[in-house]
T-cell receptor, first 115, second 112 residues
Framework: ETGVTQTPRHLVMGMTNKKSLKCEQH?????MYWYKQSAKKPLELMFV???????ENNSVPSRFSPECPNSSHLFLHLHTLQPEDSALYLC??????????????FGPGTRLTVT | LAKTTQPISMDSYEGQEVNITCSHN???????ITWYQQFPSQGPRFIIQ???TKVTNEVASLFIPADRKSSTLSLPRVSLSDTAVYYC?????????????FGAGTRLAVHP
């Protein structure tokens, strides 16, 4: 248990569906991240939120839409996905002081299958 | 960000010490070296971080030579539960946020 929870843990959706992934951190951190891990590929950073402001969008297609309503919650809204979007989506959080960088705490991930 | 190179896979047996070496020839002055561990279908977990010389915590040691162009993660007396993928990351100890760039990692298999 890392203090970062993700729901759902598994999701199967069709290409025309709209769904959302939820992440919640109970650590009091001020930065949250979305990563994508496809089969046989390294983790890819998708989005970063620092103090609720998006500070990184790593060339992610617009069919992925992040939302960070407060520093404890992070959503990833999905619509019209493609089969190649099937992957493990990981959320992480960290405490950034502006002067040094700390470890990231990862959630268990959501295993997404697009049919 | 500095690129890292590490073995794709390693095998070991229970009770042995495992050393995983990572090369990072173009490491920058303000870069730190961090190792994460990942089990199947789970998120990565921080193991250890260092800048130079040796760092030790309750689970591992990290050896960094003076030129910092490589680093070695040492796992003492591994058990079956240490079977996982181990990632070496190099990045700036800077403010803003920690932009971790993951490589392929080293898949460690511990055998009985």
């Amino acid at each position: 248990e890392t203090g970062v929870t993700q729901t759902p843990r598994h999701l199967v959706m069709g290409m025309t569906n709209k769904k959302s992934l939820k992440c919640e951190q109970h650590l009091g951190h001020n930065a949250m991240y979305w990563y994508k891990q496809s089969a046989k590929k390294p983790l890819e950073l998708m989005f970063v939120y620092n103090f609720k402001e998006q500070t990184e969008n790593n060339s992610v297609p617009s069919r992925f839409s992040p939302e960070c309503p407060n520093s404890s919650h992070l959503f990833l809204h999905l619509h019209t996905l493609q089969p190649e979007d099937s992957a493990l989506y990981l959320c992480a959080s960290s405490q950034e002081t502006g002067r040094e960088t700390y470890e990231q705490y990862f959630g268990p991930g959501t295993r997404l299958t697009v049919t | 960000l500095a690129k890292t190179t590490q073995p794709i896979s390693m095998d070991s047996y229970e009770g042995q010490e495992v050393n995983i070496t990572c090369s990072h020839n173009n490491i920058a002055t303000n870069d730190y070296i961090t190792w994460y561990q990942q089990f199947p279908s789970q998120g990565p977990r921080f193991i250890i971080q260092g800048y130079k010389t040796k760092v030790t915590n309750e689970v591992a040691s990290l050896f960094i030579p003076a030129d910092r162009k490589s680093s070695t993660l040492s796992l003492p007396r591994v058990s079956l539960s240490d079977t996982a993928v181990y990632y070496c990351l190099v990045g700036p100890f800077s403010g803003g946020y920690n932009k971790l760039i993951f490589g392929a990692g080293t898949r460690l298999a511990v055998h009985p």
